[in-house]
């Protein structure tokens, strides 16, 4: 009855707006897969205002959160956004392959696209800043001493071209981690960014296997995708297997 009436609205031109369907499903099924892998700590990387953590709440996730997020302003925003919550806190740093002083293009149009990592259009309007970068090995253990025993960890990443960086610096301990999530950039939008295939690839070498694909960006003038949100997880680690 459902599937009828879904193709009668449709046909009619009725339908749900498009990017509400597609945020339904995918927040549905990874609402599913955090409890599925039971999912205890969620790390979020990339996380600008905590916007993606205040909706993980909105979900109904109740684990702990880590957001790193390296820029100052946005950083003090989410803190603002978490200081009464005692399962989610936060790191004004960035994560990537190496411990170092890093230089972070901050796109003043919106925070949310900043990177380590040259815009391809020369005309974004950039500041650049000098902000921490962390390897994640460097504070695993760290975290692991807030997280209730046994850890089921989960890696959101949201970096602006960086995610593959910020998995190298998980380093040994990227066994430990269940599932991840990764924006793929079907068009490139940062000078150096691998393209979404090979990060897949490295995704896919590390053990992980696709289990969702969904929509973040499309070009409104041609309708070709440009982002992608993979969710990928280790096999057998369904908690009802």
């Known amino acids: 009855m459902i599937r009828a009436l879904g193709k009668r609205l449709v ?69 603002e956004r978490f200081k009464n919550d005692t399962r989610w806190r936060g790191f004004n740093v960035g994560l990537g392959s190496e411990d170092a002083a890093k230089t972070f293009n901050v796109a003043l149009a919106a925070t949310e696209m900043s990177s380590f990592l040259n815009p391809r ?53 990227i066994g430990q981690i269940q599932g991840i999530q990764s924006e793929l950039s079907v068009v490139p939008i940062y000078e150096n960014m691998p393209s979404y295939l090979e990060a897949l690839r490295t995704y896919q070498d590390l053990g992980f296997a696709l289990t969702s694909l969904t929509e973040a960006a499309r070009d409104v003038r041609h309708g070709n995708l440009v982002e992608l949100n993979c969710v990928m997880v280790r096999l057998g680690q369904d908690a009802r297997q």
């Not at 959160?65 to 302003?73: N, Y």
């Not at 800043?129 to 949201?158: G, S, W, Y």
């Open 121 to 173: 259009d020369p005309n974004w309007d950039l500041r650049r800043e000098t902000v921490e970068m962390k390897r994640l090995d460097t504070l695993f253990e760290a975290l692991l001493a807030q997280i209730p025993a046994p850890p089921r960890i989960f890696l959101k990443m949201d970096t602006q071209g960086y995610d593959v960086e910020v998995i190298k610096g998980a380093g040994q301990y």
């Open 11 to 79: 046909a009619s031109g009725l339908g749900l707006p498009r990017n509400l369907l597609h945020k339904y499903l995918e927040w549905s099924t990874f609402k599913k897969t955090l409890s599925d892998l039971r999912i205890n700590c969620v790390l979020d990387v990339g996380a600008n205002r905590g916007q993606f953590a205040a909706s993980l709440r909105e979900i109904g996730y109740s684990g702990r959160i880590v957001s790193f997020e390296p820029l100052r302003e946005a950083f003090a925003a989410m803190a």
